[in-house]
């Protein structure tokens, strides 16, 4: 379980790294407040979290490299993902590209790949991610008993 979930947590950490070192928090979230997500959302809710995602990402992908409360965070991935898969929905039943509405570059680039990993590290049982903090903190507290 270390290699996928290493893996999507160097994707995330690096996005959000990316974000804040090459485009700028307050840059990214001036880009979302410009999507099509501005008709249906207020611009400063859009400017807000543009600001905040790429710290959550860098946060997020740094607790799923080490293993930290793993769950938790890919169910907090996960459901980034769906949101942000809704928005390129939206975009895309705004402005229609291809067979599906949606750009397929960013499904078979984005959506696609890091969906994979988060189902395939949710069906893995938990217990069998011995290369992790939650694992090292397990050991220690049934040694105590």
């Not at 928090?25 to 999507?35: C, D, K, R």
């Not at 997500?37 to 959550?56: I, K, N, Q, S």
């Not at 992908?61 to 390129?88: D, E, K, N, Q, S």
């Amino acid at each position: 379980m270390l290699l996928p979930r290493a893996i999507l947590g160097l994707v995330y950490f690096f996005a959000g790294v990316h974000k804040i070192v090459d485009v700028g928090p307050t840059e990214y979230g001036q880009a979302m407040a410009m999507t099509d997500g501005a008709r249906f959302l207020p611009a400063a809710l859009l400017t807000w979290v543009g600001m905040t995602v790429p710290f959550v990402e860098v946060g997020l992908g740094a607790l799923l490299l080490v293993g930290f409360r793993t769950r938790a965070v890919l169910r907090v991935l996960a459901a980034l993902l769906v949101l942000i898969t809704l928005g390129y929905g939206i975009s895309g039943l705004l402005h229609p590209v291809g067979a599906t509405a949606m750009n397929i570059a960013v499904v078979n680039t984005f959506i696609l790949p890091r969906a994979a990993l988060l189902i395939l590290l949710l069906a893995l049982p938990a217990e069998d991610d011995l290369l992790s903090v939650d694992s090292a903190s397990v050991l220690l507290r049934s040694g105590l008993k």
